[in-house]
């Protein structure tokens, strides 16, 4: 057996923290390995990095995942005992509950409304002084997103209702107030939605069959029952959250516009192929998901490398997404690269990688694409804008991480077309 490359230090947490998406990258480069082990949140952890480690990490009967997201991340990001942490026939019957609601129907169904909601806003833009980006997406989308869902929102909850989805997913690597923030976040969330389900359950609250809050009021587990309200609950915000979250990467989407502006016009003029591309690279090339772990499930070796049962496995999202032998020039941002892209599931690894009907990539990656389409085609075609001075600098050694300004726009208005 091969010795695996270990890194000295007592205990990582706290260099993860400072050196946040290159943590692993860093490792690997220094030990010219594609994996190494370290400790990591007080045990011993095994980095992996490269196509053949996703490949490895997608492999069911290798890893599981019960045990493997801490509960602090539990208890922000996740929820607890949700989809995330399942595994064999109750997660894939999971699973199916939540692919059941990313059909090409239920997409448009969104994206409908988020145009809707879009065009709505402009007059409002054209009055503001500034308009933050992101702030104005995560209102956007949770209204949306609770729209589209069944979920009753009022005007004067949303922004609470936003801010709180919002915590959840900037709180997860955090420790201290921030982490207890992340918490608050979650259990009003928790509570707001689990009197939702309640309400349908109990006849108070009509909803439409075709929707998210239908689906998760009834659904029935392997054994036939339906879930505890609570669980119904978290698994709600776990299409909510994200779908909030999208926020982020448009954030990225219009800063990657402002630092190529020769491919406004393409993006113009396009018939959404191009645009696809574009989002498909902000995906690649935008830091989001730094990592993701499981545990192994029974002793294995890989490239000669002792895997023990119950160790906690880390690979590299971020890492991978920047692989020179998958990539070139992996550190520029070119559209073009997605031209003729093959589809491989284990190297382009955003939202996680491999079958996401078998296994637990993401199933919101059609979502994702489809919402960043519609939000990118609305600020090249719909409005104009000017980018006043700002922070648009963001560190890769903050988990998650964002332009520090949001993306301020000033001047917006409305683009006469046609
Ligand atoms: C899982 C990223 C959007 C729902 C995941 C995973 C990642 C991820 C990295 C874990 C993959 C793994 O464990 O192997 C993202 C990013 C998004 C996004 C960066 C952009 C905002 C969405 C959307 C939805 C969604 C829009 C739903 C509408 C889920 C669910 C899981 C998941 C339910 C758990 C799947 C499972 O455990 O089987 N996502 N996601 N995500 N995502 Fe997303």
Same mark, same amino acid.
Request: with cysteine; hydrophobic share 35%.
């Given at each position: 057996?091969?010795?695996?490359?270990?890194?000295?230090?007592?205990?990582? $947490?706290?260099?993860?923290?400072?050196?946040?998406?290159?943590?692993?990258?860093?490792?690997?480069?220094?030990?010219?390995?594609?994996?190494?082990?370290?400790?990591?949140?007080?045990?011993?952890? %095994?980095?992996?990095?490269?196509?053949?480690?996703?490949?490895?990490?997608?492999?069911?009967?290798?890893?599981?995942?019960?045990?493997?997201?801490?509960?602090?991340?539990?208890?922000?990001?996740?929820?607890?005992?949700?989809?995330?942490?399942?595994?064999?026939?109750?997660?894939?019957?999971?699973?199916?509950?939540?692919?059941?609601?990313?059909?090409?129907?239920?997409?448009?169904?969104?994206?409908?409304?988020?145009?809707?909601?879009?065009?709505?806003?402009?007059?409002?833009?054209? /009055?503001?002084?500034?308009?933050?980006?992101?702030?104005?997406?995560?209102? %956007?989308?949770?209204?949306?997103?609770?729209?589209?869902?069944?979920?009753?929102?009022?005007?004067?909850?949303?922004?609470?209702?936003?801010?709180?989805?919002?915590?959840?997913?900037?709180?997860?690597?955090?420790?201290?107030?921030?982490?207890?923030?992340?918490?608050?976040?979650?259990?009003?969330?928790?509570?707001?939605?689990?009197?939702?389900?309640?309400?349908?359950?109990?006849?108070?609250?009509?909803?439409? !069959? !075709? $929707?998210?809050?239908?689906?998760?009021?009834?659904?029935?587990?392997?054994?036939?029952?339906?879930?505890?309200?609570?669980?119904?609950?978290?698994?709600?915000?776990?299409?909510?959250?994200?779908?909030?979250?999208?926020?982020?990467?448009?954030?990225?989407?219009?800063?990657?516009?402002?630092?190529?502006?020769?491919?406004? !016009?393409?993006?113009?003029?396009?018939?959404?192929?191009?645009?696809?591309?574009?989002?498909? !690279?902000?995906?690649?090339?935008?830091?989001?998901?730094?990592?993701?772990?499981?545990?192994?499930?029974?002793?294995?070796?890989?490239? /000669?490398?002792?895997?023990?049962?119950?160790?906690?496995?880390?690979?590299?999202?971020?890492? %991978?997404?920047?692989?020179?032998?998958?990539?070139?020039?992996?550190?520029?941002?070119?559209?073009?690269?997605?031209?003729?892209?093959? $589809?491989?599931?284990?190297?382009?690894?955003?939202?996680?990688?491999?079958?996401?009907?078998?296994?637990?990539?993401?199933?919101?990656?059609?979502?994702?694409?489809?919402?960043?389409?519609?939000?990118?085609?609305?600020?090249?075609?719909?409005?104009?804008?000017? %980018?006043?001075?700002?922070?648009?600098?963001?560190?890769? $050694?903050?988990?998650?991480?964002?332009?520090?300004?949001?993306?301020?726009?000033?001047?917006?208005?409305?683009?006469?077309?046609?």
């Amino acid at each position: 057996t091969n010795e695996i490359p270990h890194d000295k230090s007592l205990d990582n $947490s706290l260099t993860l923290l400072q050196e946040g998406y290159l943590f692993i990258s860093n490792r690997m480069e220094r030990y010219k390995s594609d994996i190494f082990e370290a400790r990591l949140l007080g045990q011993k952890a %095994i980095c992996i990095s490269g196509e053949e480690a996703a490949q490895l990490f997608y492999d069911n009967e290798r890893f599981q995942r019960f045990g493997a997201a801490p509960k602090r991340v539990q208890k922000t990001l996740f929820g607890e005992n949700a989809i995330q942490s399942m595994d064999d026939e109750p997660h894939i019957h999971r699973k199916k509950l939540f692919m059941s609601l990313m059909t090409p129907s239920y997409q448009n169904q969104l994206t409908d409304r988020l145009t809707d909601e879009l065009n709505a806003s402009i007059s409002k833009w054209e /009055n503001a002084d500034k308009v933050i980006l992101l702030g104005e997406s995560k209102d %956007i989308l949770t209204k949306v997103a609770c729209d589209w869902a069944g979920v009753p929102l009022s005007d004067t909850e949303l922004t609470q209702r936003a801010d709180d989805f919002i915590t959840m997913v900037y709180t997860f690597g955090t420790v201290g107030p921030d982490h207890w923030k992340g918490r608050r976040a979650r259990n009003r969330a928790e509570q707001w939605i689990k009197g939702v389900i309640e309400d349908v359950r109990a006849g108070r609250l009509m909803v439409e !069959e !075709e $929707s998210a809050l239908y689906a998760m009021a009834y659904h029935k587990q392997l054994d036939g029952k339906p879930l505890d309200a609570h669980m119904a609950a978290v698994e709600l915000i776990n299409v909510l959250r994200p779908i909030v979250a999208i926020a982020t990467f448009i954030t990225y989407a219009a800063l990657a516009l402002h630092e190529h502006p020769e491919y406004k !016009e393409k993006l113009q003029n396009d018939n959404s192929k191009f645009t696809e591309m574009f989002v498909q !690279e902000v995906r690649r090339y935008y830091p989001f998901g730094p990592f993701v772990g499981a545990r192994v499930r029974k002793d294995f070796h890989w490239k /000669n490398c002792e895997f023990k049962t119950g160790r906690l496995v880390l690979l590299d999202i971020y890492g %991978i997404n920047h692989d020179e032998r998958i990539w070139k020039n992996p550190n520029q941002f070119q559209p073009e690269r997605f031209k003729d892209w093959n $589809s491989n599931p284990f190297t382009f690894i955003p939202q996680g990688g491999g079958d996401p009907a078998k296994g637990h990539r993401c199933p919101g990656e059609g979502i994702t694409v489809e919402v960043m389409k519609t939000i990118l085609d609305f600020l090249v075609n719909s409005i104009e804008y000017d %980018i006043p001075n700002q922070d648009l600098n963001y560190s890769l $050694s903050e988990m998650p991480t964002i332009p520090k300004s949001g993306f301020i726009m000033s001047n917006v208005r409305r683009k006469n077309n046609l």
